[in-house]
C-alpha cells in the first residue's frame, strides 16, 4: 500500500476478543424505535454533533500537517466528548466555562450535561440487540494522590466510572489490561510509558454491528483507488448493488450503510468530481447535516466501498483542543478545586482508535485518556452508480439524536 489517510471521529466497552462475532451473529434484529428526547436534550443532541464536526475539522487542520499524520488520522468525538465532560466536573470558573463552550453545552449547567451524557449511554446500548455497544469510564489515582469524595461521587453516579488506585510503577500494565478489557482486545497497549502525574481520566468506547444486508465475499475484488495525489492503488472492493438512503448536492454524494435494525449507520461522503475533501469537511456542519439526511431519498444504489482496517494508532489532542478553545485548563491557573484539594491542570489528553470494515460489517473501538497533573509554577431514475474509488469521508452514527460515533477520512492507499 502507498498510502492510506484516515480521520475518524468517534467510542464504548467489551465482551470477548477483538473480532469476535459472539453476542451479533444469529440474532433477530428488533423493532428500531427512535430514542425520545425533551426539547433541551434535542438541542443537545444537535450541539453535540456540531462539536464531532468542529473536532474534526479542527483535527484535520491542526494534526493533519504533522509529517506524522499525512497517511492517517484517526479520532472519535464521542469518546473525548464524555472524556471532557468527567474533567469538566471538577472544573470551576473559566476552566468549567470553557470545556462546556468548546463542547457546544454553553447556556446548559453541569447537572443538565451529566443528565443528557447518561441517558444518551443508556438508550445508545438499547437501540439495536444485534450490535454490540458499550462504554466504560474511568479515573485512576496514582500513588497516594486523593480526589474529594464529590467529585469521585459524581463520576460514579453519573458515568457508572471505577476509580482505581495504583502504584505508579504497577499502574501501566494495569491501564493497559483496563483499555483491552473495555474495548474487547482492540487497544491493548494504550500507555505506551509510565504515567505521569497525578491521575488519568479513561473513557473507553466499543462497536460491533453487522450490516443489514452484507457484501458477498464472492463479488469482492481487487480494483483501482485514485489517491489524492493522482497516483491509483489497487485494493480490495466490496461489491453490492440494493437500495439504499442516498442524497447529493454540488459538493458531494452520500449513502447510509445500515447495521443491523438501522439505528446505526456507517454513512458515506464522497466528493463530487472535481471537489476536494476539505471542501466538503469546511460544508458540515450540525444544521447541514441536519437538512442532509432530511433530504435523503430511498433509491436502487451500485456500492463500491474499500475494505480497510485502521490499529494502533494514538493521536495527542491537546493542540486541537487549544484551537477549539480550551486554554485554562492546560495552564498553571487552572481551576479543578472541585476535584481535589490541590492546584491540578490537564497535561495530557491522548486518543487511540481502531476501526475495521469488512463485508460482514465492522468493528470500532476507542480510548481517550486526560491526565491530570499538578499545576506547575442526484439521478432520480435508474442505478445510482456510488463507486468509492477516490478520496471519501465516512461517519458511523445513531440514527435518532446523529451522535457521531466515529468520522473518519480516505485519501489514498
Known amino acids: 500500500m502507498k498510502k492510506l489517510m484516515f480521520a475518524c471521529a468517534a467510542t464504548l466497552s467489551m465482551v470477548a476478543a477483538c473480532q469476535n462475532d459472539e453476542g451479533v451473529n444469529n440474532k433477530v434484529p428488533k423493532e428500531y424505535k427512535p430514542i425520545e428526547l425533551t426539547e433541551a436534550q434535542t438541542r443537545m443532541a444537535s450541539e453535540s454533533t456540531d462539536f464531532a464536526f468542529r473536532f474534526f475539522q479542527t ?12 497517511n492517517k488520522l484517526i479520532l472519535s468525538p464521542v469518546s473525548a466528548s ?3 465532560s468527567m474533567a469538566a466536573n471538577g472544573a470551576e470558573g473559566a476552566t468549567l ?17 451529566n443528565a443528557y451524557n447518561q441517558k444518551l449511554v443508556q438508550e445508545l446500548v438499547q437501540q439495536d440487540n444485534t450490535t454490540l455497544l458499550s462504554m466504560a469510564n474511568s479515573l485512576w489515582l496514582l500513588d497516594d494522590f486523593q480526589v474529594l469524595s464529590t467529585y469521585r461521587n459524581a463520576l460514579k453516579k453519573n458515568y457508572d466510572a471505577e476509580v482505581r488506585r495504583e502504584e505508579r510503577a504497577k499502574a501501566k500494565d ?4 483496563w483499555c483491552a478489557d473495555k474495548t474487547n482486545g482492540c487497544i491493548p497497549d494504550f500507555l505506551k510509558d509510565d504515567p505521569e502525574g497525578k491521575a488519568l481520566l479513561l473513557n473507553a468506547l466499543y462497536f460491533k454491528g453487522l450490516w443489514a444486508e452484507p ?3 464472492g463479488l469482492t475484488q481487487n480494483e483501482l483507488f485514485t489517491n489524492e495525489d ?5 485494493v480490495a472492493m466490496l461489491n453490492r448493488q440494493s437500495g439504499y438512503l442516498l442524497a447529493q448536492n454540488d459538493l458531494y454524494a452520500t449513502v447510509r450503510l445500515p447495521y443491523g435494525n438501522g439505528a446505526f ?21 450540525g444544521a447541514s447535516w ?15 466501498l474499500p475494505k480497510f482496517t485502521i490499529e494502533d494508532y494514538q493521536n495527542s489532542l491537546i493542540r486541537v483542543l487549544m484551537a477549539m478553545g480550551v486554554q485554562e485548563a492546560f495552564r498553571n491557573s487552572a481551576d479543578f478545586s472541585k476535584m481535589a484539594n490541590k492546584d491540578l491542570m490537564i497535561s495530557s489528553v491522548d486518543q487511540s482508535v481502531y476501526f475495521r470494515l469488512d463485508e460482514e460489517g465492522t468493528e470500532a473501538a476507542a480510548v481517550t485518556g486526560i491526565g491530570m497533573s499538578q499545576a506547575l509554577p442526484q439521478n432520480p431514475y435508474g442505478v445510482y452508480e456510488f463507486h468509492v474509488d477516490r478520496p471519501f469521508l465516512f461517519l458511523l452514527t445513531e440514527k435518532s439524536t446523529d451522535s457521531v460515533l466515529f468520522m473518519g477520512q480516505v485519501t489514498g492507499f
Not at 174 to 177: C, E, K, M, T
Not at 290 to 304: F, N
Open 59 to 70: 483535527a484535520s487542520e491542526v494534526l493533519g500537517k504533522e509529517e506524522q499524520n499525512k
Open 174 to 177: 494495569a491501564i493497559n489490561a
Open 265 to 285: 449507520a456507517l454513512q458515506v461522503i464522497l466528493p463530487q468530481e472535481g471537489v476536494s475533501l476539505a471542501q466538503c469537511i469546511e460544508a458540515l456542519n
Open 97 to 113: 466555562t470553557e470545556l462546556i463552550e468548546v463542547l457546544g453545552f454553553s447556556g446548559f449547567s453541569i447537572d443538565e450535561i
Open 82 to 84: 464524555y472524556a471532557l
Open 215 to 217: 457484501f458477498d465475499k
Open 290 to 304: 441536519k437538512a442532509l439526511q432530511e433530504s435523503m431519498m430511498w433509491k436502487e444504489v451500485d456500492v463500491k
Open 230 to 234: 493522482g497516483t491509483q492503488t489497487e
